[in-house]
């Protein structure tokens, strides 16, 4: 096999050429409330979704995601809108489709025919991505990292768009056709 | 399952080298690929059809390779993403991904190089709904798939280009 293991890559080099590095960071944390400005530590992004709902099925499906954040400088534009799209298809998969169910403390969703990832079809025709690169004067914590950060607003932005179209706020994710269904009393095609 | 304990011997042409190998006639593919022939860009993700992170081209055809049973390949031509270099279309996907910086984690990469590749062997200019087709069948959990998009829309034009 041409493989090597870490151990075998790392005696490869004597202890003086090994690469190294050391750093030390601060995470900011709060314990549910903080002091000044709480947009500088809880939310630093803007997402919009526009969305159509099948009044029959119950289907959701997310047509449009824009995405807006302000985590400071971009370093690099292919792994910025990495995370933010990215974050942004994995926030639509744990909003609509995506659950991990449990039975008698077993996982019975095991595999991709019954946990449910977005595919291609599931994504949305387009997205995107905006940066704010500017910070402002009296931010105390910096530029921020994005890793991952597309995904937090996506829940809250498809509930709305789901709210705008049939008047329902579904509050549990997923919001499968069932609950969209049962919440709205089923619909019926709409009238030309 | 019925396991046959007989091996029988299957000849293909593997990336363009004649192979020869003695199996199970439902030994899964991608398993030789990947602990009998020393090639691993083949990935087990499900293992039940639905991720194509395993996919192989079967006579210029992307298939997943942990449906295929070993008995299938009997005088096929099989390419693995290893082998893909040697396909111009390959090429052409390849440099395009790379380029576009079409993925992050890479898990899903062979699958949807070699989905994407097997799509310009058959359409030369394929438009947004043929990609989204020819990839329907791939999970990624990274990317949200645009990148792939994008990317997989410069390798139809790279290739039509003939760059
Ligand atoms: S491993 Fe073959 S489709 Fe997922
Ligand atoms: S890049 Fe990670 S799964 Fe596609």
Redesign the interface.
Known sequence: ???LGFAALAQSLDEAERPAAECNFAFPISHGTVEGNARFLHCHSAVLARVAVDRVTGMVEVLDLDQHTAAGPVMDV??Y??QI??????GLGFTLTEDTLIEGGAFTSR???SYM?P???D?PAN?RVFAMEELDADDPYGPRGVGEL?ISAVSPAIAAAVADAVGVWVAEAPFSPEKILSRTGGMTAAVE | MTHHQTRITIRFVLNGEPVEIAARPDDRFVDLLRDRL?L?GAKV????G??GSCTVLVDDVAMNGCLLLAYRLEGRKVTTIEGLGSLPEGRAVMAAFSE??AF?CGYCAPGFTLAMTALLMRETMPDEADI?EA?????C?????????RAAADAALKCGTGD
């Open positions: 096999m041409p493989l292919a792994n809108s990495g799209e990215g974050g942004g298809v994995q595999n991709f025919d990832v595919m291609i079809a994504a997205m597309g | 020393s691993p993700g499900c293992g039940i639905r991720c576009g910086n992050q989204r990839l329907g069948g791939h999970v959990r990274c990317t949200g798939y645009h990148s792939i998009l």
